[in-house]
């Protein structure tokens, strides 16, 4: 079984510090053995190090303040893993859809949703032509934007495909008249 470089990495770190630990206790081991007042410490630290509650209770701290150091330099490197995400919540749409373009992540806050965007969304459903998406699209248009000359050709345009000369006439008629607006 090969390892990659990110996993030899990792175990080179993990088994430095299993190293790093066990000298640790050695060289407290050796200085126990030191003549004097030196030695007398190490024996007390040694003992205290060593008894069955403080032993379980430092390695579990120590193992507790290793993890969150580590996480922490992981978030730093990686970035918060908080992140937004869309999905496409229709299942007719969605079995349309390759399964990557089922959902999109962002690591940032997307903007609002541009009205000059769901336009050309609306325009681009019209060329397909998918009359269906085209209007709900238009259902989602806010409805003081219902008469503007670009919202009502794309109407016209929707109308004509769906073959309803009725509302095709009528927003003709609306195109022809001069904007209130102006």
Not at 43 to 66: E, Q, R, Y
Not at 110 to 127: K, R, T, V
Not at 142 to 149: A, G, K
Request: glycine fraction near 6%.
């Amino acid at each position: 079984m090969a390892l990659n470089a990110d996993q030899r990495k990792s175990l080179r770190i993990g088994l430095g510090l299993i190293l790093l630990a066990a000298l640790f206790v050695i060289l407290i081991w050796c200085g126990t053995y030191l003549p004097g007042f030196v030695g007398e410490v190490f024996n007390m630290v040694a003992g205290i190090m060593w008894s069955p509650f403080l032993l379980d209770v430092t390695l579990f701290f120590l193992g507790l303040v290793l993890i969150l150091w580590f996480n922490n330099i992981r978030r730093l490197r990686d970035g918060d893993e908080f992140v937004y995400l869309e999905q496409v919540d229709d299942p007719a749409a969605s079995r349309k859809l390759p399964a990557e373009a089922r959902s999109a992540i962002y690591r940032h806050k997307p903007d609002a949703p541009d009205p000059d965007l769901s336009l050309a969304a609306i325009e681009g459903a019209l060329d397909l032509p998918d009359p269906e998406e085209a209007a709900l699209l238009l259902f989602k248009l806010p409805e003081s934007q219902l008469d503007d000359p670009q919202v009502l050709a794309l109407r016209l345009r929707l109308a004509e495909l769906n073959g309803d000369q009725a509302a095709a006439a009528i927003l003709r008629k609306k195109l022809a008249r001069p904007s209130p607006k102006d």
